[in-house]
């Protein structure tokens, strides 16, 4: 789903990586981590993609709601098991979204 | 491949889409515009992701870089034939990249 978020300004988080070949619960984690980002204060929308590069765009009001995210408990495990076993390498980008504009048929 | 961008800031267009069934010489056009993309002034990287959304993000070194590359010719065509045939919807987020961290194995 393509994420409606609010007129920008407002923030991304553009999460970039590559899985080792361990799935030991990634999906489960995975799920249970959109949910819970999507019940964070400041959380605008996210939008996710995946075959040998995962991409998910997650969108934030402003930074304090981005570092609450970081620091979030379970996330702060989950962040912690996917560098022991979920990914290979990963790129997280921090982003002021200035404008946007969209097509549907 | 995660994209080995500089230090930002830095530019990051996301472009998130969700295809119509229409295939149609989509995956060639696809292949050539990110090689056309590739050899444009200030363009620094571009990373992808497709099942049911696919998200596209490319990076650049500022908005005329973008702009530039909005406008040259084979790219305006193909867009026209992504608005005709190949997207049932998308949406397109311009961004400042102000930070990132990494981690690899």
Chains 1, 2 share one sequence.
Request: aromatic content about 12%; glycine content about 4%; charged content about 25%.
């Amino acid at each position: 789903m393509i994420a409606k978020t609010p007129q920008p300004p407002y923030y991304a988080v553009i999460f970039t990586s590559v899985r080792t070949s361990i799935d030991d619960g990634y999906a489960a984690m995975s799920n249970r981590m959109m949910k819970l980002a999507s019940e964070q204060e400041g959380f605008l929308g996210v939008e996710s993609s995946c075959n040998d590069l995962s991409i998910t765009v997650s969108y934030w009001t402003d930074l304090d709601a981005i570092k609450n995210w970081r620091e979030q408990v379970d996330h702060t495990f989950a962040r912690r098991l996917g560098r022991e076993k979920w990914y290979q390498a990963f790129k997280t980008r921090i982003a002021i979204v200035e404008r946007d504009s969209q097509f549907e048929k």
